[in-house]
Nanobody, 115 residues
């Protein structure tokens, strides 16, 4: 059974930083493309960042230069370092694992940025 567990969310002031973690179990993490998504109240879930099994990264324009996605294959974990946070970054953040044409999601972690 594939499980993804996010952690690291919380309340932070504008301009602050947070680091999210997502630990995966029950699958071959090394071959997975991993991604972060977020969903703000009343809005659709949107893609934020991804990292391939080879370490290639990509970001939505709104977070480029502020967020960094990384992975630690030894720990089956990905991270999202979020700097210079803005109120519009407030959302529930989810991680997703894409493996062999199947997608798996975590339960989400709340990030709230106060103005």
């Amino acid at each position: 059974q594939v499980q993804l567990v996010e952690s690291g969310g919380g309340l932070v002031q504008t301009g602050g930083s947070l680091r999210l973690s997502c630990t995966t179990s029950g699958t071959n993490f090394r071959v997975a493309t991993m991604g972060w998504f977020r969903q703000a109240p009343g809005k659709q879930r949107e893609w934020v960042a991804l990292i391939t099994s080879g370490g290639t990264t990509n970001y939505v324009d709104s977070v480029k230069g502020r967020f960094t996605i990384s992975r630690d294959n030894a720990r089956n974990t990905i991270y999202l370092q979020m700097n210079s946070l803005k109120p519009e970054d407030t959302a529930v953040y989810y991680c997703k694992a894409s493996i062999v044409r199947r997608d798996y999601w975590g339960q989400g972690t709340q990030v709230t940025v106060s103005s």
